[in-house]
């Protein structure tokens, strides 16, 4: 049962860890909105099963450890990376979503309080979507949505 838990978790592990590596590099994640925050949140849930069943082991007392000291110290610098964390591992960055069509998707993004929303241009593919267009709306208030 053990072996399958940590099988499961090292996978879930690798595939955030290659979902991350493709989009910085290549502007490339999983289809939709919600596919993205869907994998972070298994793996943080992932993670706090593991720390349960194995809490008796030294590596799962230092990976909470862990866990809790990089929380806090993103909430240093005025809670910046605490807000990008917010933004961008749920659905609250996602100001507006509109399908254009069945290949192609806009939406009105914001994943920090320190850069003012952008409207990206997404191509959807099979199980992926291509990030096309990234622009910043400077600006932006209320006005957009009139």
Known sequence: MKKYLLKIYFTLSLLLAADIAVYCLYKISLRGYYA????FWLWFF???????????????KLFLGVIILAFILSML????????????STPAGLWMNK????????QIVSYSVMVPPMLQIVEKKDCSKNKLFNALIPNCGTEIWK
């Open 99 to 106: 399908d254009l069509n069945e290949n192609y998707r806009a």
């Open 36 to 39: 993205d925050i869907i994998l």
């Open 46 to 60: 992932g993670s706090i099963f593991v720390i349960i069943v194995y809490w008796k082991k030294l590596f799962a």
């Open 77 to 88: 610098p005025m809670g910046l990376f605490f807000y990008a964390f917010i933004f961008s």
